[in-house]
């Protein structure tokens, strides 16, 4: 049984504090097709220790750089992960979720693989707040009915403010993945009392985004282990 979310975090990080700012950090990206080419050696050489690859969107759209991504991450000694681009007007977050399961999503604790990422990110899609949290419980349920774990959320406070209405309901089972490029992590949305990773830059000196994660390398892989 997975323990809930804020057990989990408060083992890995000890007795830190529910706040943005952890006491130590690891460097890391994420990147998708539109980085072509991607130093995952030097990118390591510098410190970066996890990346996050973009593997599909919506139902019917594979990234045609994830595998090539991934192999080449998985050879540089990153840990790695895959994330979902979030499609709530096409069609349910059930069914999300299995296309992204099935290509490339999934997760085993091995120490080296990030639980699967939800991107919500652009428009509302058309859904009230009520209809959205209700999407992404139904994405979050059943990438963890298949894997025992929930994924990864990475939004922004306007969003998650416009498109779920600030809705908490995810504060104890997901970590959040923040997107804020500015100095400080600033407020964080939904209730969540601190993040997991913050994407604080939209560049990356060797492609992609640069991104925080909030502990140490062993903390890390505790996220990567379950």
Excluded at 69 to 93: E, V
Excluded at 166 to 183: D, E, I, K, M, Q
Aim: aromatic letters at 14%; proline letters at 4%.
């Amino acid at each position: 049984m997975i323990m809930n979310m804020k057990t989990f975090i408060t083992s890995c990080l000890g007795l830190a504090s529910f706040a943005s700012l952890a006491l130590a950090a690891v460097p890391g990206f994420d990147i998708s097709h539109y980085q072509s080419s991607v130093d995952f050696g030097a990118a390591y050489s510098s410190g970066a220790r996890f990346v996050i690859i973009k593997a599909t969107e919506g139902t019917t759209y594979q990234d045609p750089k994830f595998s090539s991504h991934y192999a080449g991450a998985t050879n540089a000694g990153l840990i790695r992960g895959g994330y979902h681009f979030a499609r709530p007007a096409s069609s349910s977050g059930a069914a999300q979720a299995t296309y992204f399961l099935a290509h490339g999503g999934g997760w085993s604790g091995d120490g080296i693989t990030l639980p699967g990422m939800l991107d919500l990110e652009g428009d509302c899609a058309g859904l009230s707040t009520s209809a959205m949290v209700s999407w992404i419980r139904d994405f979050s349920d059943t990438y963890h009915g298949k894997t025992g774990r929930y994924p990864l959320l990475y939004t922004n406070p306007s969003w998650w403010s416009s498109c779920t209405g600030g809705s908490s309901a995810f504060v104890n089972t997901n970590p959040l993945v923040l997107a804020r490029y500015a100095s400080s992590a600033g407020a964080l949305p939904g209730g969540w009392p601190y993040y997991t990773i913050w994407q604080f830059n939209d560049a990356y000196k060797y492609g992609g985004d640069s991104d925080t994660f909030n502990g140490d390398l062993t903390q890390l892989k505790k996220l990567a282990s379950g």
